[in-house]
Nanobody, 126 residues
Framework: QVQVEESGGGLVQAGDSVMLSCVVSGRRTFDKYAMGWFRQVPGKEREEGECVATINYSGDTTYYTDYVKGRFTISRDNAKNTVYMQINILKTVSTAVYYC???????????????WGRGTQVTVAS
């Protein structure tokens, strides 16, 4: 059974940085799957969550939504079945539940993701 678990969130101050991790267990072919980070902002349902970044199976192709470019960095370590997201210069509007998904093809829409984690809460105080 595949499990996806995020960690690294918490209460942080505006301007700080945070590193989120997403570990996929139970999947021996992790290095054949693309990964994506999504976020659910306050007041919206998880189903309305937006894609903020994706990374292909090998890690050499990434995508970022416009408003995170320059502050968010997605990376992966296939030996550890883990994908990361470094978030710099946190803003109060960055407050959200960040969760990751596993995809055979990659992309920014939820329908291409086959497994999901429950997410990790990042709360940014001013």
């Amino acid at each position: 059974q595949v499990q996806v678990e995020e960690s690294g969130g918490g209460l942080v101050q505006a301007g700080d940085s945070v590193m989120l991790s997403c570990v996929v267990s139970g999947r021996r072919t992790f290095d054949k799957y693309a990964m994506g980070w999504f976020r659910q902002v306050p007041g919206k349902e998880r189903e309305e969550g937006e894609c903020v970044a994706t990374i292909n199976y090998s890690g050499d192709t990434t995508y970022y939504t416009d408003y995170v470019k320059g502050r968010f960095t997605i990376s992966r370590d296939n030996a550890k079945n883990t994908v990361y997201m470094q978030i710099n210069i946190l803003k109060t509007v960055s407050t959200a539940v960040y969760y990751c998904g596993v995809s055979r093809t990659g992309g920014t829409t939820k329908d291409v993701y086959v497994e999901w984690g429950r997410g990790t809460q990042v709360t940014v105080a001013s």
